[in-house]
């Protein structure tokens, strides 16, 4: 398959990691070298998602469906 004839749905977007443009094989990324860099930064825990403080748990409400 050719992919000169397909028509992209969206403008390609730079590649998270380098800025270069991306390319549909390895989509959102530029190249395996910087998929690589990305996975590479998800095992080690570069990117997280902060946990929440103290106060937000006591705001939870119970749905244990118990009654006290």
């Known amino acids: 398959m050719n992919d000169d004839k397909v028509t992209p ?5 730079p590649c998270p990691i380098c800025s270069k443009p991306s390319v549909r094989a390895f989509h959102p990324f530029c190249s395996k070298r910087c998929a690589d860099i990305d996975l590479n930064r998800w095992l ?3 990117y997280a998602i902060p946990a929440s403080s103290d ?6 409400p119970d749905f244990s469906g118990g009654e006290n």
């Open 9 to 13: 749905l969206r403008p390609t977007k």
């Open 44 to 46: 080690t825990g570069a």
């Open 55 to 60: 106060e937000d748990d006591e705001e939870t």
